[in-house]
C-alpha cells in the first residue's frame, strides 16, 4: 500500500469566516424596560403588538401574519380558516396517526408523542413529505396545460395513488375548498390536471399532500415551508389520538401473535 | 396473480416474510442469524448493526474500523449544530433520549451527516464512471466546479468552519492497521485531493473518506446512509448533560438585545 499518509499535505486551518454578532429575525421584536436586561417586557410580531394580536386576531391569521409577514385578506383568511381544518386530522389509520397511537398507548413519555407522530408524518408517500416538491411543481407548470405536462411526465409528483385507487377523500377535500378561478388558482389547474390524467388512468388522483400543496400555493406560502405548514396543521389529531388511550394497559391494541408472525426462508450469510 | 386489494387483505392482521423477529419458544432472528445463539457469544455490536441495516454479517475487520469512524463523526462541542441542539435540550432539560434524537434528526443535513454520506457515495462513484470513461481528473473537477460559481461544493471535499480535516489522517492509519489496501474509489478521492489542495486549497474530508472506502467494500448511497442514522449521538449527548449539569439559562444567554429586530416598523392593527 502506498504511504498516503506522507504524501498528503494537509493542514488543518479555521477559514475565519465572519459570522453574525448577533441572529436577526424579521418576524419578533422584544423589547425590554426592566432592570434584567434578559427578560422582555413587551413583544412585536411583524410590527402589531402582541397583546393586540392575543386581543384581535383569530389563530389562522396569527399563523399568516408570522409566515407571510402581513395579515390575510378576509378572502385568504376564510380559506386558511378552512384549510386548517381539512388537515387537522390525516385520517385514523394514516401512518403518523398509528405511531402516535402506538407512543401513546406504548406510554412513551408524553413530551415525545407528537415529536414521535409528526416525524412519521413527515413521510413522503403518506404524509407531507413532498409538499415542497409539490408546490415548486405546481408553481412550475400551472400556466401549461395538462396535457402538454402528462406528455413530459406519465406521473407528476402531484398524483397518486391510494390502496392502488385514487384517494376519494382528497378528492372530496379539494371539491369543499374550491374557490373561484381567482381564489384557488392552482386547485383548478390541478384539478384540470387530474382529469387529464384520469383520462387514460382511472386509478390515480389527487393526494392529500397534493390537495394542501396547490392550497398553499393560492394562499401564496413559499414552497420551503411547505412541508412544516402540512405537519403542523396535522398536530391536532396526532395529538387527539396519541392520547385518547393513553393511559389504557396496552392490550387495547391487537397483537400479532406468533401465529401470524412469519419469518421468511432463511437469509444466508453473505459474510 | 393478486390483485393490490387482494395482496393487502391477506396482510391484514398479519406479518408475513419478516427479515427478523422474536418467535417466543424458538429464539430471535435478523436474516437468518439467531442473535443470542450465534451472534452474541461470537460477534460485536457492530456486527448486528451491520446485519439489521444491511442484512449480512460483515468481515471484523470492518466492523472494527466502523467503530473507529464513529469516534470521527461525533465530538462533545456544542458550537457543531446537532450537538448545539442538545445543549439547548440540556438547557430546556428534556429528557437525555429527547435531546439525543433531536440532535440526531438535525445532523440529517445536506451541509453535514449522514445525509451527506448518501450523497458522497454517489458522487464519488459516478466522479469514478466517468474518469474511467476517459475525462481527465482537472477536466472533470472544472466541470463541477463550474456549477458553483467556481467554490469547491463537491460531496466529501471541503468541509464547514475549517479547510483540512485531521480525521483523514488519523482514520487513514488504522485503515492502513487493518491491513486494508486503497481500493479503486478511494485512490480516487486522493488523486482529486491532490488537485484540490494544489489548485483550491481544499481536501478531501472525513465524509469523503467514509464514501470512497465504503465504495470500495462494495456498498451503494443508501446502504452506507442506513449504516450512520446515530452517528452523532455520544457528541449530542454529551453536550446535553454538560448543559443539563450547568445553571439554568447559561447556555450562551442572550439580553433582549442581542437579537436584532429588521422586520416592519410598529404598526396599528387594520381597523375591521
Not at chain 1, 56 to 80: C, D, R
Amino acid at each position: 500500500m502506498v504511504d498516503r499518509k506522507s504524501e498528503r499535505n494537509v493542514t488543518v486551518k479555521h477559514r475565519d469566516e465572519k459570522y453574525a454578532d448577533r441572529y436577526r429575525t424579521a418576524i419578533w421584536q422584544e423589547e425590554s424596560e426592566h432592570d434584567n436586561p434578559f427578560v422582555e417586557t413587551d413583544a412585536y410580531c411583524r410590527g402589531y403588538r402582541f397583546e393586540d394580536l392575543v386581543a384581535n386576531t383569530s389563530y389562522a391569521e396569527m399563523v399568516f401574519l408570522m409566515i407571510k409577514g402581513e395579515l390575510p385578506s378576509s378572502s385568504q383568511k376564510a380559506l386558511f380558516e378552512k384549510v386548517l381544518v381539512a388537515f387537522s386530522h390525516p385520517g385514523i389509520r394514516n401512518d403518523a396517526v398509528r405511531a402516535a397511537i402506538l407512543a401513546g398507548v406504548g406510554k412513551t413519555v408524553p413530551e415525545n408523542v407528537l415529536p414521535i407522530a409528526t416525524l412519521v408524518f413527515g413521510g413522503s408517500r403518506t404524509g407531507a413529505g413532498d409538499v415542497e416538491k409539490m408546490m415548486r411543481f405546481f408553481a412550475k407548470n400551472k400556466r401549461k396545460l395538462p396535457a402538454d405536462v402528462l406528455a413530459v411526465q406519465e406521473q407528476p409528483i402531484v398524483l397518486g395513488q391510494y390502496f392502488g385507487e385514487a384517494d376519494v377523500m382528497a378528492a372530496k377535500i379539494c371539491a369543499w375548498l374550491m374557490g373561484d378561478e381567482q381564489e384557488t388558482p392552482h386547485l383548478h389547474w390541478g384539478k384540470a390536471l387530474v382529469a387529464e390524467a384520469q383520462a387514460s388512468d382511472a386509478n390515480i388522483g389527487w393526494t392529500k399532500a397534493s390537495v394542501a400543496a396547490a392550497l398553499f400555493c393560492d394562499l401564496g406560502f413559499m414552497p420551503k415551508f411547505g412541508v412544516g405548514l402540512l405537519q403542523m396543521m396535522a398536530a391536532p389529531g396526532l395529538l387527539a389520538q396519541g392520547f385518547e388511550h393513553a393511559n389504557k394497559p396496552a392490550t387495547v391494541l391487537p397483537f400479532v401473535s406468533d401465529d401470524d408472525y412469519e419469518l421468511s426462508a432463511q437469509v444466508g450469510n453473505d459474510e | 396473480m393478486m390483485n393490490k386489494i387482494e395482496f393487502l387483505l391477506a396482510q391484514r392482521g398479519k406479518l408475513l416474510d419478516r427479515k427478523g423477529g422474536w418467535i417466543a419458544a424458538d429464539g430471535v432472528f435478523s436474516h437468518g442469524q439467531d442473535l443470542l445463539r450465534e451472534m452474541l457469544p461470537n460477534k460485536s455490536y457492530f456486527h448486528v448493526l451491520v446485519l439489521n441495516a444491511l442484512g449480512f454479517v460483515p468481515e471484523d475487520r470492518l466492523c472494527c474500523w466502523l467503530e473507529a469512524i464513529f469516534i470521527c463523526l461525533s465530538w462533545p462541542d456544542p458550537r457543531i449544530w446537532c450537538n448545539g441542539v442538545g445543549a439547548l435540550a440540556g438547557s430546556a432539560q428534556t429528557t437525555a433520549l429527547s435531546a439525543t434524537a433531536a440532535g440526531m434528526l438535525a445532523s440529517d443535513s445536506v451541509m453535514y451527516g449522514p445525509y451527506t454520506l448518501r450523497k458522497g457515495v454517489a458522487f464519488i462513484q459516478a466522479s469514478k464512471k466517468v474518469i474511467d470513461d476517459g475525462m481527465s481528473i482537472p477536466d472533470y473537477i472544472n466541470s463541477q466546479l463550474k456549477r458553483s460559481g467556481g467554490k469547491v461544493h463537491l460531496m466529501g471535499f471541503a468541509r464547514p468552519i475549517a479547510t483540512g480535516d485531521e480525521r483523514v489522517e488519523a482514520m487513514l492509519e488504522y485503515t492502513q492497521s487493518l491491513g486494508y489496501e486503497i481500493g479503486p474509489h478511494l485512490q480516487l478521492g486522493f488523486d482529486m485531493e491532490t488537485y484540490l489542495i494544489k489548485n483550491h486549497s481544499e481536501s478531501m474530508n472525513i465524509g469523503g473518506f467514509i464514501s470512497a472506502f465504503l465504495s470500495d467494500q462494495g456498498l451503494g448511497p443508501e446502504q452506507v446512509y442506513r449504516l450512520f442514522p446515530s452517528m452523532v449521538n455520544s457528541g449530542v449527548t454529551a453536550c446535553y448533560i454538560e448543559q443539563l449539569e450547568k445553571p439554568d439559562d447559561a447556555y450562551l444567554p442572550q439580553t433582549v438585545d442581542d437579537v436584532e429586530y429588521n422586520g416592519p416598523e410598529k404598526r396599528q392593527l387594520p381597523t375591521a
